[in-house]
């Protein structure tokens, strides 16, 4: 190494030596945000991710039957060792009350699986003597089934793709192998396609009518635009239960809408807008509008109005000045503002579960059941996995097509 390369190398290190007590105090004062953020965002997050894959019920409840079921062929109903334990494994459960945990686990992949679950353990206790294996065959013919002894192996496992591919309208056969969910149960895929599709209308929406807004917002008088930002923001200043409640009133058959499209001769009967998907886009719009026109109006108020002048003076025409010249110069807060309102309108709940009907509920209102009545945290937790994915994808896709450079909040 010469020496003004060793020159250069102390001179970099006394700089960062000088620099560190600097880094030290930037970090010191970042620390209560980061630990902030690590408690409400990141853990939250990986919990989500770790209840998704979660299978810990079978392994508490029946340790020696899945023992048992090591040397099980998979084919045939199981061996009498296997029932042996089986009532081993329930005895313990009845004592420690966790039968019933057993049993929804295996209900969710087998239909009627809780019932007959507690019914065994109802009287274990009175199978004290060989062969155990009639007396389950005699209480259901389910306990006879390689299907059920198929899932309950598999089940073994700490985790479990089971939730993630439900969550996607899938299974696993028997044989470990992936199929599409057969009948009425095949609805997740339907549902996220109808989330994205009211997010994409709501974002579409929003941008017409906030587009203008913003630009009239730049070009109005300092009084008037005054009072116009008032309005937009007074959404914000509302709370969103009051906002929705209020389009239910609006939008209800004997609402003011429908008094006055039949005072305008508009219609000649009432129109059903209530509990319709054009009801749940035009509620969230409402909300979402402010969240589209500032982005927008914060990059359009950065835009010299002079260029418009000067491409006049040069022979363009007033839509050919303003498309060519002024609208790609507002694309940063376009895409920015419509990334915002897409990105939130993906996990919206109450609107539509109170403005929508039973065709326009979203993921977020099916997570909800999930937790509050269904008490399966696991699938609830694989559906919040799977919209995360799908809202970080199409925010990459927004990266990708426009560039991180060209999205601006202000």
Known sequence: MSTVEL???????AVREAERPARRAAFSLAAPLIAFLVAAFLAPILYLLVTAVGNYETREVLPRTLVALESWD????????????????????????????LGKRLNYERPGMRSRVLSATRIVNKLDARPYK??????HHDWASPDLWAIIKRNGAPVTPYYLLTALDLEQAPDGSLQATRGDQAIFVNVL??????????TLFTLLLGYPVAYILTIAPKAIAGIMMLMVLLPLWTSLLVRTTAWVVLLQSD????????????????????????????AMMHIQLPFTILPIYSVMRSISTTQLRAARSLGAGPLSAFWRIYAPQTLPGVVAGCLITFILSLGYYITPALVGGPRDQMVSNFISVYINRDLNWGLACALGGVLLVV???IYLLFLRLVGADKIKLG
């Open 7 to 13: 020159d250069r190398m102390n001179v970099f290190m």
């Open 74 to 101: 998979g084919t045939a109903t199981p061996d009498e060792a296997v029932y042996e334990a089986l009532a081993t494994d329930l005895k313990i459960a009845k004592a420690n009350s966790t039968a019933a945990l």
């Open 134 to 139: 009639e007396k389950f065959l005699a209480l």
């Open 193 to 202: 396609g109808r989330t994205l599709l009211v997010a994409g209308l709501v």
């Open 255 to 282: 609402g003011i809408i429908n008094d006055v499209l039949m005072a305008l001769h508009l219609t000649g009967e009432r129109v059903q807008l209530i509990f319709t998907r054009f009801g749940t886009v035009v």
């Open 391 to 393: 809202t970080f994808a």
